[in-house]
């Protein structure tokens, strides 16, 4: 369920009508809704009603500074991967005992930042980087809780390039090696192991391979504390996904999948934190585009937007389907035709829809990308010269820009040219 209807035959996001934004913010633009925002985040924290937990909102799914703040002021924690998303999550005003830091290559100059800002915990995703985080904080004469990130060799049954917990994959240490892992964290001054640590994959459409992967780690939890460890936290990590094509998806809900973690965790007596990124922003966000023009192929017709790869790369990059609507409701029983509806990117690559059937469409008109709040406006660039598209948050019936669209002027500016030239 999201905030996105139509209302008085046009699509509103809340209570503002979408063309208000486009005329005020132009076109391309991402518009968020606040009352989806929190609705999501809600449901995950009651979904684990009766466990101690924290919801720590995987900050890389969308990261404005307006979003986290919205779901930390509702009790969320942050699931950060960098310096730069963990000074974001600050600069919202979350607090460091409610960030996680996870990542694959944590720098030396990243532990740092977060050692001195303060934070929850260290996902610890491999033995080198264990190693570092053991010299920054000694140096620095703290002790910082981590968990092990383990990679219990589960199919997430996902899209290959964000399944991430097989043992082919580049992420956490494999489970069978947990136990001399945590040995070693034991012996290693500043660091104390506190916990768990899993993430299987994004866009996970079935409980199974969660079922699996919970069912490994606590197995493991018992094996850890008969060894003598503390383990008195479990990172489940995030990956739920999301009805993206809305006519024939139905993923698990999030009540489901609260089920599933107290039936396979639940006894442990720890504290649980789950990190979602795309339940909780996915269908909270819309990309809103203008058509720019019609345009008869040989025997295809193409729907040429303002939008591009460079603004929404999900459907380049994974194939992705997103449902496309018109911003003026059509009419009930109104005739769908098949559209290629593409970018103005020099690439062929720059395809949102092969043979997608709309509603009459024509010049000018207002689309909406549905579900691309999450992994959209984060994974933009300013590719063929486009300015970084601009974000806008609603609530109710107001309206803010909370990231402003670059002017060229600006876009420009950010290089500079040396001397010799
Ligand atoms: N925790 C960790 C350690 C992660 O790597 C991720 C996502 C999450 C949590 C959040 O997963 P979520 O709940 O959002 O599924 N760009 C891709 C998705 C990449 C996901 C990367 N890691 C896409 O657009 O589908």
């Avoid at 979408?18 to 449901?43: C, E, M």
């Avoid at 900050?59 to 919205?70: D, P, S």
């Avoid at 058509?291 to 994974?318: C, H, Q, S």
Wanted: aromatic letters at 6%.
């Amino acid at each position: 369920m999201d905030h996105f209807l139509y209302r008085d035959g046009a699509l509103h996001a809340e209570d503002v009508p979408l063309a208000d934004i486009a005329a005020t913010v132009g076109t391309p633009v991402y518009v968020y809704s606040t009352a989806t925002l929190l609705r999501h985040f809600r449901l995950f924290d009651e979904a684990l009603d009766g466990l101690p937990h924290l919801v720590c909102y995987a900050v890389k799914a969308a990261g404005n500074v307006a979003i986290l703040k919205t779901l930390a002021e509702a009790g969320a924690g942050m699931d950060v991967v960098s310096a730069g998303e963990y000074l974001r999550a600050k600069a919202a005003g979350v607090p460091g005992e409610r960030i996680v830091f996870s990542g694959v290559g944590k720098t030396r100059d990243e532990m740092r930042i977060v050692l001195e800002g303060g934070i929850r915990q260290v996902n610890v995703e491999s033995e080198p980087e264990m190693r570092a985080l053991s010299e920054v904080a000694a140096a620095m004469g703290v002790t910082v809780p981590v968990t092990v990130r383990v990679n219990p060799d589960v199919d997430a049954k996902t899209h290959a390039k964000i399944a991430t917990g097989k043992s082919e994959n580049k992420f956490g240490i494999p489970i069978a090696r947990a136990r001399e892992v945590y040995a070693e964290v034991a012996r290693l001054p500043g660091l104390k192991a506190i916990g768990i640590d899993v993430h299987i994959g994004s866009q996970l459409t079935d409980l199974a391979p969660f079922e699996q992967a919970y069912r490994k780690v606590a197995e493991l939890t018992e094996t850890l504390r008969a060894d003598g460890h503390g383990i008195e936290r479990l990172d489940l990590g995030g990956g739920l996904g999301i009805p993206y094509e809305r006519s024939n998806s139905a993923p698990p809900l999030p009540v489901e999948y609260g089920a599933l973690i107290k039936r396979t965790v639940g006894h442990l007596g720890c504290e649980v934190e789950i990190e979602p990124g795309r339940l909780i922003a996915g269908n909270a966000g819309l990309l809103l585009a203008r058509v720019t023009y019609l345009k008869e192929g040989e025997g295809r017709r193409f729907a040429i937007l303002d939008a591009a790869m460079n603004d929404l790369i999900r459907p380049a990059m994974y194939d992705a389907w997103h449902d496309i609507v018109p911003v003026i409701e059509p009419e009930a029983g109104a005739e769908t035709t098949p559209w290629d509806v593409v970018g103005p990117v020099c690439e062929t690559g720059d395809t949102f829809a092969r043979g997608r059937d709309l509603p009459p469409l024509a010049e000018g008109d207002l689309v909406a990308f549905r579900s691309a709040g999450a992994y959209g406006a984060a994974m933009a660039s300013e590719y063929n010269g486009r300015p970084l598209v601009p974000e806008v948050l609603v609530k109710g019936d107001h309206f803010a820009v909370i990231r402003a669209r670059p002017t060229y002027e600006e876009m420009i500016a950010r290089d500079s040219i040396p001397q010799w030239l």
